[in-house]
Each structure stands twice: as C-alpha cells, then as structure tokens.
C-alpha cells in the first residue's frame, strides 16, 4: 500500500475514533451519576441486536474480558436496568434481559442530548446525515466480520 492511501483510510480511522471519544464524553456527562457509556452500550447493543444474550456473549462484542462485562452488568443489575436470569436454553449459564426500566432509561438517555444534537443538526443537515449513516453501517459491517474471520 502506497503512503497517500495509507494516510487517508489511517486518517477515517482516526477521525471515528477522535468522535467516539466527543461522542462518550458527551453522553456521559448527560447519564446519572454513577452511570457510565458502558452502561448505556450495554443497554443499546441489547435493544439494538439482541436481548437475553449471555454475558460472555456481550464481552465479546464488546471486545472486553468478561470480568468487565460482569462488572458492567452487575452495575445495571443493582440499578434494576437489567435482569440476569437462568439461560432458557442449557439452564447452566445466565442471560441478560434488559427491564422495563432499562428501556426507558435508553430512551431518556438519548432524549437528553437533545439540546447537543439540536447543535450539531444546525450544522449537519439532516439530508447529509441521510446518506452518511448508510455508509458508516456498511464500514462498521465488514469490521464485524473482518474482526470475527481474523
């Protein structure tokens, strides 16, 4: 690979990350207190993906040893956001559910960066986020199965 082309996919790369940090500062700083961005990813990947995964399952999409994953879940469990059950399946293992209440916190928890995404719409149309999204999901895909095939 030539300097010019690695430079321009290191510089996507390093401008997604440099967001995910403005992006995690900033929801975090609208969470309750004792609350966490790995607290509302958890949530998030369980609405978004899949409920009732088990907590090794959730470390690795996280990418994180499952003693973090345990440590995240027993955060939201305390906080009644999630319900660590018996697995369904082999009745050894446990799966994570998120509540009523968890739900609603994912929603409030995305309803208070209103004021920061009235901000930022002002200067990113809706018309170009349209058409941006699409193609992040298409990155963030083959990353998923790139990460999971090597």
């Known amino acids: 690979m030539d300097e010019e082309t690695r430079t321009l996919y290191f510089t996507l790369f390093n401008e997604v990350g440099i967001i995910d940090q403005l992006a995690g500062s900033l929801m975090e700083s609208r969470l309750p207190d004792g609350l966490t961005v790995p607290h509302f990813s958890v949530l998030n990947h369980c609405m978004r993906v899949k409920d009732g995964q088990t907590p090794l399952a959730l470390a690795r999409a996280f990418q994180v040893p499952k003693t973090t994953m345990t440590h995240t879940l027993a955060g939201l469990e ?67 199965v790139y990460r999971d095939g090597s």
């Open 78 to 144: 305390k906080r009644d956001l999630v319900e660590i059950r018996q697995n369904p399946k082999d009745k050894r293992s446990k799966c994570v559910w998120i509540t009523k209440k968890g739900k609603r916190f994912r929603v409030d928890a995305i309803a208070a960066l209103d004021p920061d995404l009235t901000v930022f719409a002002e200067q990113f149309p809706k018309s170009e986020i349209v058409t941006l999204i699409p193609r992040l999901a298409e990155i963030r895909a083959m990353m998923d």
